[in-house]
């Protein structure tokens, strides 16, 4: 019985939470995307296990689903939403504005977000920008604009806001931001990004700082066969493991181009790996964290070259971990190591947020702000200002002053932990009272 229907009278019971998710699509194949998801289900879930959530996604139609709670699978609906130019698609945007131009027209998504009690936006973590382009910014506001279209209360849950280069653009997400119930910031320097989008309309109740939903997701053991393999390796020796997470994003000539990085981190993570398996205890273990099959930002491909380039020489003290972990699971196998390097920020999270010392390659100053909100600012790695050599002398560096680390993230990873707990706690009872205020009770 959850603390809401304890207080209502016999024969009365409260209608469950109705909640919509949006800003998570791809979650199959982006493992960080799945772990703001995975997080904020679980989340919610734990605290109304009767709430009715649809997650939109980048499906087509409804469809069931599941997410765990507790490392238990539990039901959730999702539905169809697309920036897509076919129109005459219920799961269109487009078609989703003209249909609440018209009444409605029995579209199923419009009808999902008009019996919300709250509409979640997480903007992937980091996308509420334009930095990739006026497309992805477009698919990153309908969401918003529905949600206060319909006049249901839209929360932006911890992310960061811009940068943004379009004056056109920025002056649209203020309006946006300014119109939610409440927007939450991811680290103080995204919060600082924050007071400057909205200026003199900063709100200390509705605009807040948090911490990256991540931060609670729960791990869970990975599947047989690949549990009894991981244990295994994990086990066969007592020395450090060093984990490490390779992006396909970064590793391609027109990713360099595109953030302008100062030298090759593929190189980088090679020479880094030798370093760590030329010390006779060490392993190391490859942790892809996205991965499109026959995207051009595949980790996997990257990480099994990586792999590939290593295995002659070092036999079992490398591995790969294996294909199929869901975001619960990549975070038991980050979890496990001693330390951490990763390209992927939401891979470091994972690290973070399990008290496993951590460094990151940043290509973009968001990274910057997440490590600060826990003290490890300094294991920043900044590919686009560092060549190889300086940013290899960071990781080896934080490789090193690992032990002190941990004994740092020992006091700071609870305290986060914690906040994001606490936070959950607001969203959920934002939620409750919007509830409570459209529809309180069924009669039995």
């Not at 209360?153 to 940068?163: C, D, R, S």
């Not at 026959?294 to 490398?318: F, H, K, T």
Request: charged share 25%; glycine share 8%; hydrophobic share 40%.
């Amino acid at each position: 019985m959850t603390e809401a229907s304890e207080k209502t009278e016999p024969g009365v019971r409260t209608r469950p939470v109705s909640a919509c998710l949006f800003g998570v699509p791809g979650a199959h194949l982006n493992l960080g995307v799945g772990a703001l998801r995975a997080a904020t289900l679980g989340g919610l879930l734990a605290r109304e296990p009767g709430a009715e959530v649809t997650v939109f996604d980048d499906g087509w139609g409804q469809r069931a689903g599941h997410t765990f709670v507790a490392g238990r699978p539990v039901p959730i609906a999702l539905a169809g939403a697309r920036h897509s130019r076919r129109y005459h698609r219920p799961e269109s945007y487009l078609n989703m504005r003209i249909s609440a131009a018209l009444g409605g027209l029995g579209n199923a998504g419009l009808a999902r977000i008009d019996a919300a009690d709250v509409v979640l936006d997480v903007s992937g973590g980091d996308s509420f920008s334009d930095i990739y382009g006026e497309h992805r910014f477009r698919t990153v506001a309908w969401p918003k604009r529905l949600a206060l279209l319909r006049r249901r209360p839209l929360v932006l849950l911890p992310q960061t806001y811009g940068p943004f280069r379009s004056a056109r653009l920025r002056a649209e997400a203020a309006v946006l931001v300014r119109g939610a119930r409440t927007a939450w910031a991811r680290d103080p320097e995204s919060f600082a990004a924050l007071a400057d989008l909205l200026g003199p309309d900063l709100d200390p109740r509705r605009h807040r700082e948090g911490v990256d939903v991540a931060f609670a997701l729960e791990p869970r053991v990975p599947d047989e066969p690949a549990y009894q393999r991981l244990t295994g390796w994990f086990e066969a020796e007592p020395g450090p493991v060093a984990g490490i997470n390779v992006s396909g994003l970064m590793s391609r000539p027109e990713g360099r181009v595109q953030f302008g990085l100062a030298g090759d981190t593929s190189e980088v993570a090679n020479r880094l790996c030798e370093r760590l398996l030329e010390q006779s205890d060490t392993r190391v273990i490859i942790v892809p964290h996205v991965l499109t099959p026959n995207g051009a930002d595949d980790d996997r491909v990257a990480s099994e070259r990586l792999y590939a380039a290593l295995a002659p020489r070092y036999g079992d003290r490398i591995a790969l971990a294996p294909s199929g972990l869901d975001p619960h699971q990549s975070k038991w196998v980050i979890a496990h190591t001693s330390w951490f390097c990763g390209m992927r920020m939401h891979a470091t999270i994972a690290a973070l947020s399990s008290a496993v010392p951590a460094a990151v390659v940043a290509y973009s100053d968001k990274a910057r702000g997440v490590f600060a909100s826990v003290g490890q600012r300094r294991h920043v790695a900044d590919a686009r200002r560092l060549p190889d050599d300086a940013l290899l002398d960071v990781l080896w560096t934080s490789w090193t002053g690992r032990a002190e680390t941990a004994a740092e993230l020992a006091i700071r990873t609870p305290a986060a932990v914690g906040r994001a707990s606490a936070q959950m706690d607001e969203f959920v009872t934002l939620a409750r009272a919007e509830r409570d205020r459209r529809a309180p009770t069924e009669v039995r």
